[in-house]
């Protein structure tokens, strides 16, 4: 931050907090903040797993398909 910035802030209002202060500010968002249960974690974490495999599958059978594309384009009809 320079002399600039600090002028700034000071004629704005805004102080700047020391470690100690933002710490503790730290620790009482921490306490505000609605923790999952085990159970909600257990099925979140399934569902983020089921929609990364989707998308996985998703996005081999495209590079799969425009892959093949490209070559039939490039080296036009297999002829087995």
Do not use: H
């Amino acid at each position: 931050m320079s002399d600039n910035d600090a002028v700034q802030d000071q004629a704005q209002g805004r102080v700047r907090t020391g470690p100690v202060t933002f710490y503790r500010q730290v620790l009482a968002e921490l306490r505000k903040v609605v923790w999952p249960t085990r159970e909600q974690l257990v099925t979140y974490f399934f569902v983020v797993l089921v929609f990364v495999v989707v998308m996985c599958a998703l996005v081999s059978v495209l590079d799969l398909a425009f892959g093949k594309l490209v070559f039939s384009i490039f080296n036009g009809p297999s002829t087995q």
